[in-house]
T-cell receptor, first 111, second 114 residues
Framework: RKEVEQDPGPFNVPEGATVAFNCTYSNSASQSFFWYRQDCRKEPKLLMSVYSSGNEDGRFTAQLNRASQYISLLIRDSKLSDSATYLCVVNRRGRDDKIIFGKGTRLHILP | ETGVTQSPTHLIKTRGQQVTLRCSSQSGHNTVSWYQQALGQGPQFIFQYYREEENGRGNFPPRFSGLQFPNYSSELNVNALELDDSALYLC?????????????FGPGTRLTVL
């Protein structure tokens, strides 16, 4: 089992719809969590950090469930510009193998 | 723009050669991490440098090595290149090695090994 797993998609969603995807992690020593967005042939950019209490940034909501070891991302009122790959990132304690990216979930917003 | 720059943008090498990739961190950042991203995969952590010392390493062989300079810029060196080393190499800088800090990525170097 991979340490960080994401459904690769693609998720094909009509504009204006709500979409959600999860990311599961296997190491309970995981310490901090992030969602990054990566456009085709570009570098990843931080979308949002994920806090235990859950957090919202405009149309985006992130949740962390430590008991079940997953994080989620919800996008409301999706826009064409939301089309991208969404990468889940888990940082864990320790010196080595401490920053783990998921493979990413591809999202296509359809007009 | 993040202020993190990488050079070169693209590179073509042949098997067995050696390559050096460069990264300039964002102003005020003292920590640089390097990643390998193969096509269709997420970035894989190679190693991290903090104040000129290696501060953690991923599951990569010793032929992947690095340096960080007093101005916090960094180099990734790969010896004895293999076909599977073809990938996008990303560097990211942070203001500290604390795990909660946001990483700012450079645009990457696309390496092709023939």
């Amino acid at each position: 089992r991979k340490e960080v797993e994401q459904d690769p998609g693609p998720f094909n969603v009509p504009e204006g719809a709500t979409v959600a995807f999860n990311c599961t992690y296997s190491n309970s020593a995981s310490q901090s969590f992030f969602w990054y967005r990566q456009d085709c042939r570009k570098e990843p950019k931080l979308l949002m950090s994920v806090y235990s209490s859950g957090n919202e940034d405009g149309r985006f909501t992130a949740q962390l469930n430590r008991a079940s070891q997953y994080i989620s991302l919800l996008i409301r009122d999706s826009k064409l510009s939301d089309s991208a790959t969404y990468l889940c990132v888990v940082n864990r304690r320790g010196r080595d193998d401490k920053i783990i990216f998921g493979k990413g979930t591809r999202l296509h917003i359809l007009p | 723009e993040t202020g993190v720059t990488q050079s070169p943008t693209h590179l073509i090498k042949t098997r067995g050669q050696q390559v050096t990739l460069r990264c300039s961190s964002q102003s005020g950042h003292n920590t640089v991490s390097w990643y390998q991203q193969a096509l269709g995969q997420g970035p894989q952590f190679i190693f991290q440098y903090y104040r000129e010392e290696e501060n953690g390493r991923g599951n990569f062989p010793p032929r992947f090595s690095g340096l960080q300079f007093p101005n916090y810029s960094s180099e990734l060196n790969v010896n004895a290149l293999e076909l599977d080393d073809s990938a996008l190499y990303l560097c990211a800088s942070t203001s500290s090695p604390v795990s909660t800090d946001t990483q700012y990525f450079g645009p990457g170097t696309r390496l092709t090994v023939l």
